[in-house]
């Protein structure tokens, strides 16, 4: 006689456990002390199975019945399928669910690439996720993210802000993560490949850079100095121009980092945007600037080049040689980032070298297969000539 709820609602313990059959291989266990446990008697490859269904009442009569009416049509397939081991994988990829959130992938892949990042790079990229992509779709389990939800959720709610160059590099970075999610197994797709050209995007703008006609009077101003610039900050503008240098480089540039004897600047990996060690030929003249420079701070016992005014035990602000660009009264044509643009454009159509040396000069990765095989001397002997070059010519210019 199949169960009723009256009839399982009203079982009482016994001495020992006993069971009330429903049918089909279903039954109601009850124990000893009184709790209810559903289970289900079934034939797999020949061998007696038992698959446990849930507690009763939290799982009613009804659902008991299409529990096991679902594990039926299982061992119905072809081949067919045990229902144990379906209940078991299911409860696993549910466990991946929880534990490969979106925010949890993102943290391993940032973990993983981070040492191979400059520290300012690897910061921004976490700020990025925790203020922009956390808050929406932290949570969700990575495999289970679409594009709709990614684009509606967090991308667009970005776009609305204004911020349009932030909710493009959020996009890239949401597919970087979802692309080692992939190769992971954490998931199977990338929602972030769907949304090309779903956000709007504004005109590319370039560092601001003078035209190579506007060095002279550019070069005659840092020259005469009538703004009146500390002489330590007129330095690190000349050397921004002779070795175009990121303004990142310039502020932290240390002492121990140079070898005068050998006219070569090594910058460590930690400071280089790609976090990989750098070389740069110094021409006669940048050679000349540090040992000007050296002579003014070497009693401050300070390890950077150009130390902070204030705090020579600190490194210069990133804005000092923008706002003395602003001094010069260039300030609405120029930053300090525009110098590489100008040597890059200068020195590949004005003095004929390759773009190869001038792209390994600017630490830039190469296109190509070979991009990634970096050597840090590549180019060196053509380089330590070309840096003169360049000097040269900026003295002749002014």
């Known amino acids: 006689m199949k169960l009723s709820d009256l009839k399982c609602k ?24 009184g709790s209810k446990l559903w289970q ?3 034939r797999y490859l020949n061998k007696e199975k038992t698959l446990s269904i849930g507690q009763y009442p ?30 078991a994988e299911n409860k696993r990829q549910a466990i991946r669910k929880v534990e490969n959130t979106f925010k949890a992938v993102a943290l391993e892949w940032h973990a993983l690439n981070k040492d191979r990042w400059s520290d300012n790079y690897a910061y921004k990229i976490q700020k990025g996720l925790e203020l922009n992509v956390f808050p929406h779709i932290g949570s969700r389990p990575i495999a289970e993210i679409t594009p709709p939800e990614l684009l509606n959720d967090c991308l667009k709610k970005i776009e609305k802000r204004g911020s349009l160059d932030i909710a493009g590099r959020t996009r890239q970075i949401c597919g970087q993560v979802f692309r080692y999610g992939i190769q992971t197994g954490k998931c199977e ?30 070069l005659k101003a840092l020259e005469r100095n009538e703004a009146r610039l500390f002489e330590r900050t007129r330095r690190a503008v000349w050397l921004s121009l002779y070795t175009f240098c990121r303004p990142v480089e310039i502020r ?10 050998e006219a070569l600047w090594t910058i460590p990996a930690e400071i280089m945007k790609m976090r990989r060690e750098h070389i740069v030929p110094l021409s ?4 000349a600037v540090l040992e000007e420079q050296k002579k003014e701070v070497e009693i401050l016992n300070t390890p950077w080049v150009f130390p902070s005014q204030v705090r020579p035990r600190e490194p210069m602000s990133d804005g000092t040689v923008n706002k003395a660009i602003k001094r010069l009264g260039f300030g609405k044509d120029m930053v300090a980032h525009g110098f590489r643009a100008l040597a890059r454009t200068t020195i590949r159509e004005k003095l004929h070298y390759d773009s190869e040396a001038i792209e390994c000069q600017l630490a830039h990765k190469a296109a190509g297969p070979l991009g990634e095989a970096y050597n840090r001397t590549q180019f ?16 002749a210019l002014a």
């Open 10 to 33: 009203s079982a009482k313990p016994r001495n020992k456990q006993y069971k009330l059959f429903d049918g089909g291989g279903l039954y109601l266990r009850v124990r000893a002390n």
């Open 40 to 42: 289900m008697k079934y």
């Open 58 to 87: 939290l799982i009613s009569l009804a659902q008991a019945r299409q529990a096991r009416d679902d594990a039926k049509r299982l061992l119905m397939q072809n081949p067919p399928i045990d229902p144990m081991a379906h209940k």
């Open 189 to 218: 797709w990338n929602p972030a490949e769907n949304l090309r050209g779903a956000l709007k995007t504004r005109k590319t703008k370039h560092f601001r850079t003078l035209n190579i006609k506007e060095v002279p009077d550019f």
């Open 252 to 261: 932290k540039a240390r002492w121990e980092d140079f070898d005068f004897d």
């Open 284 to 287: 006669r003249q940048a050679l």
């Open 380 to 395: 060196l002997d053509v380089r330590k000539i070309m840096m003169q070059d360049w000097s040269d010519y900026l003295d």
